[in-house]
């Protein structure tokens, strides 16, 4: 059984195939989906797309990167959605500062990360945080709003595993350390090291895990660089 604790599939590329998607989950045993907003109109959407399957389920919030949109009235009516059965998190919410630099900005994105994360303390809800360049920054919200009694996990996440120790100080009710870890290592480093990485920082955060658990999650993308380099290398240009 797969829960697929992390996806978008109201997005526009799946206009052509969603249904045929959808209904290959369930054939493939994957029985749960959290479909994540990450604006207004994507959260209206997911939580839609939820009333449609009943083992879909949505996350609802703002992205960083869409702050700029954030008010009081959205923020009131994110709480009335949060009332609606099929939510069952606020996200993904947090910070993000690799593209965003200027100061007045990276003010805003706090200052509405920590508006969300109160949102989920009100309703009960647990949070998905999206941090990127901003590890200081949203260790430092996370601390002031005490996210100790917020439970949720750390979705995007590039940083050390020191860092991901603080943040268990932090929050110890993070909800899947293995969602935390999927994003952590995917794409920065080699696939080998990747493995014992983050192996290594599942084991110091208090976690049992061996290669043999972790393997299946390096498969897929393991698969798609080797075809990728196939592809690129091996196949004749003139084809």
């Not at 996200?91 to 965003?100: A, V």
């Not at 590890?135 to 009694?149: I, L």
């Not at 909800?175 to 080998?192: E, H, W």
């Amino acid at each position: 059984m797969i829960f697929e604790t992390h996806g978008h599939y109201d997005d526009e590329q799946f206009d052509t195939d969603r249904e045929r998607l959808l209904e290959e989950f369930q054939r493939q045993d994957i029985r749960y989906v959290m479909n994540i907003g990450a604006n207004i109109v994507t959260s209206k959407a997911s939580v839609e797309l939820a009333h449609r399957y009943d083992f879909i389920y949505a996350g609802i919030g703002t992205h960083p990167d869409d702050a700029p949109e954030l008010s009081d009235a959205a923020i009131e009516m994110y709480r009335q959605m949060a009332a609606d059965e099929k939510v069952k998190a606020i996200g993904e919410i947090g910070l993000d500062y690799y593209w965003d630099k200027e100061p007045e900005v990276q003010n805003a994105q706090r200052y509405w990360f920590r508006r969300q994360m109160e949102l989920a303390r009100e309703t009960n809800l647990p949070v998905i945080i999206h941090s990127r360049d901003a590890a200081a920054d949203t260790m430092e919200v996370m601390k002031e709003v005490h996210a100790e009694e917020i439970p949720g996990v750390i979705h995007c996440y590039s940083y050390s595993k020191e860092m991901a120790l603080e943040y268990k100080i932090t929050s110890r009710k993070t909800a899947s350390i293995l969602d935390t870890f999927s994003c952590v290592f995917q794409g920065i480093l080699p696939y080998g090291a990747q493995m014992l990485v983050a192996i290594s920082a599942v084991n110091e955060l208090g976690y049992e895990m061996s290669a043999f658990q972790i393997l299946p999650v390096l498969f897929y993308p393991m698969m798609l660089l080797i075809s990728s380099l196939i592809w690129i290398f091996i196949i004749p240009a003139d084809r």
